[in-house]
């Protein structure tokens, strides 16, 4: 089975200083998904950004960028520029190929962010 | 608003009581999700429907049914309310095909149940 790890359960950035959340899985398998999500105090949960596996290239969604390390199997998030609006609970999720629907989350990183 | 709308956001239950969480998006998306958090634990699947009129057991379904009556509602329900089933709840659907396959994307605000 797959699992999700991240390490960190709190973490803390200046504002607009760069902040790096730290997530690891285990798989067997080739072909996944990986995603950061983000989940504000109202408790939405609002997709960041995702990575296929199958891509070399680092996927990148404005001040959010991912450092994917596909032999190490970690996925970490870098938030560049923090602003007080990206205090949050992070989480890393997994999902396998094909039409397997299960997404794996890890159980969260809580980022403050101080003015 | 467009998106995945949940009700109730708050509920509180007496141990052996049912109920029925209701989950409707307006995106036409084909695949939704319920999903439970707990503290401590990340998200975790409970039951997910890939289209109208199929659903599938996900993490951790025991205690609870589904029904995917159209395309936009897919509703949870606790047929005899336990303890352990307190929880945040969310509803998600997604409109991915094909190669990144049906992954949830848009959640709902949550239901916060509690059950004494």
């Known amino acids: 089975a797959q699992t999700v790890t991240q390490s960190q359960p709190e973490m803390s950035v200046q504002e607009a200083e760069t902040v790096t959340l730290s997530c690891t899985y285990d798989?067997?398998?080739?072909?996944?998904?990986l995603f950061w999500y983000k989940q504000p105090p109202s408790r939405q949960m609002i997709l960041v950004i995702r990575?296929?596996?199958?891509?070399?290239q680092n996927a990148t969604e404005n001040r959010f960028s991912v450092n994917f390390q596909k032999a190490a199997k970690s996925f970490s998030l870098k938030i560049s520029d923090s602003q007080l609006g990206d205090a949050a609970m992070y989480f890393c999720?997994?999902?396998?190929?094909?039409?397997?629907?299960?997404?794996?989350f890890g159980k969260g990183t809580l980022l403050t962010v101080n003015p | 608003n467009a998106g995945v709308t949940q009700t109730p956001k708050f509920q509180v239950l007496k141990t052996g009581q049912s109920m029925t969480l209701q989950c409707a998006q307006d995106?036409?998306?084909?695949?939704m999700y319920w999903y439970r958090q707990d503290p401590g634990m990340g998200l975790r699947l409970i039951y997910y429907?890939?289209?109208?009129?199929?659903?599938d057991k996900g993490e951790v379904p025991n205690g609870y049914n589904v029904s995917r009556l159209n395309k936009r509602e897919f509703s949870l329900r606790l047929e005899s309310a336990a303890p352990s089933q307190t929880s945040v709840y969310f509803c998600?659907?997604?409109?991915?095909?094909?190669?990144?396959?049906?992954?949830?994307?848009?959640f709902g605000d949550g239901t916060r149940l509690s059950i004494l």
């Open positions: 999720a997994y999902s396998s190929g094909g039409s397997n629907y299960k997404l794996t």
């Open positions: 429907s890939a289209s109208e009129g199929t659903t």
């Open positions: 998600a659907s997604s409109e991915e095909t094909g190669v990144l396959g049906n992954q949830p994307q848009h």
């Open positions: 990575q296929e596996a199958y891509k070399q």
């Open positions: 995106m036409n998306h084909n695949s």
């Open positions: 798989t067997s398998e080739s072909d996944y998904y």
